[in-house]
């Protein structure tokens, strides 16, 4: 019998919208921008409210009352002043109301934790006015009639009818013809310039082992060469952004000769801008397509193939920070390619390693161990001064990454590894420790993501290791 894995996955395909289910859609996107920014209002006036009764003296429990800050109670006021502020309301799907208020529900709630250190990474601002120019339109439906026709070729939505698809919708319309799928929700969006429906979809995928369920594959990730594999395999970093780059300077600077608009003076921009625009906004789309298709083949290829798969933990968004790296390292789209390893490891049966960041992958010997104290970026052979071993920087990299998963597995840290767990590597702390040939094997300390992952023997193992 085949097991089955539920996730919820995206099915994205491209339409071709007829001028007026453009202005349909467009209209949607606004009620959804004006239930949105008018709840947002409301919040604001009733924070502004207290915070100055407040500031009076007023006892807390006399302030004016607070309004609720979820998508329930957002959609309990919406629908009671609906009728003053928005009179136009049935002439769109209340899903499109709906998509404003739950947005803002998000985000506030997103704020909120924020603040109160709920939640983890980088501080929220809170909400703001969504623009008429600046936003991408956009409308989701939960309800209603949402379905792919029987020609594959065309979907209905609630109030939008039948929309062609650019491309077959096969590959959802036979899991939900087999009933191993189920819409959860659809989404039609420009994407820059591009109109696309997104389902949200509950997926029975069967459970898959890769083809080579023992194999482990170091993956040393880089410029020069998108991947170095520990397998021998190069491949090539595409670079499509410098392909691109010459195309992009004429297009620029073709649109810059243009009359653009100008907030001062009211300027409104010419048709030959708005044209211009387009053209380089479909070239810096094009970049975006060839590097996510570039992307997905080479992370599908990895994970259906190998049983364990190791990567750095590459600390990208320093490097984008630097100004001489930026550019390449975000045209190579590394912290996209660990995210679809890490997913596809699990829909694949795999695993994903991570080793630690301060993991010396380039200054380790593959050969003996040891650890140089410096290699400067330019020296592309590794030559070790301890065993005289002699080979490609990276090749070294990716065979040293590969023999991190050994070390994982047998330095007893725990239960190997189930299907699809996602582990840091627990050698934290290891670059000023240099590693002689023949020297005790390095002392394991747990890595953060043991902490969160709770094993149960991780006291035991603290102690044993001490
Ligand atoms: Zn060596």
Known sequence: MVTAVQVVQAYRFALDLTPVQQRAVLAHAGAARVAHNWALAQVKAIMDQRAAERSYGIADAELTP???????????GWNAAKEGVAPWWRECSKEAFNTGLDALARGLKAWADSRSGKRAGRPV????FKSRRHTTPSVRFTTGTIRVEPDRKHVVLPRLGRLKLHESARKLARRLDNGTAWIMSATVRRDRTRWHVSFTVEVDRAERTPARPGSTVGVDLGITHLAVLSTGEQVPNPRHLDEAQRRLRILGRRLSRRQGPDRRTGQRPSNRWQRARARLGRAHGRVANLRCDGLHQI?????????????EDLHVAGMLRNRRLAR??????FAELRRQLAYKTEWNGGRLVVADRWYPSSKTCSGCGAVKTKLALSERTYHCSVCGLTLNRDLNAAYNLAALAADYDTAGSGPVAGRGANHKTPLAGLVAVKRQPGAAPPRIRPGPSHRKAGLPNRRSLERTER
């Open 328 to 333: 390449r390292v975000a045209d190579a789209g």
């Open 125 to 128: 601002g809170f909400p703001r």
């Open 299 to 311: 992370t599908t290829r990895l994970t259906r193939e190998h049983g364990t798969i190791v990567v």
């Open 66 to 76: 607070a309004i609720g800050w979820t998508l329930p109670a957002l959609r309990r």
